[in-house]
């Protein structure tokens, strides 16, 4: 189990018991979009808002903790910050997963050919996963 207090604290955070939820939900579920999040988090803290969830979560992103990943058609989802990864999502179940892809070398053959600094990156490829096929 992860100590969240200390992860919060070491990302310059206060460890709140709604951060600490938060991050325990996010890592529960890998990918959760915040309406789910919400009516999760909404069972141990009936009080809780959306806006603070979403100021919470905005916070942790601005602070390298979280990551939002932007799909196609869908509300973004978020996930803790791990190595650096992609996603597949599957258009009928709506599954994410996570696969290993350095595209490293396709930005920076980009970046040199258009003269552009690629300051941030995602990779999402959609399709239909082996349990929908």
Known sequence: MNNYTNILRTHNLKATPQRIE???L???FGHINIDTLYENIKHKYQSISLATIYKNINAMIKEKLLLE???PNQKSVYETIKHNHSHLLCNK???IIDIDVDINNIIDDISNKNQF???KSDLVLSGIC???Q
């Open 130 to 132: 082996k349990n929908c």
């Open 69 to 71: 990943v932007k799909l």
């Open 93 to 95: 179940c709506h599954n």
């Open 26 to 28: 996010i890592e529960s």
């Open 117 to 119: 600094k690629i300051d």
């Open 22 to 24: 938060i991050l325990t």
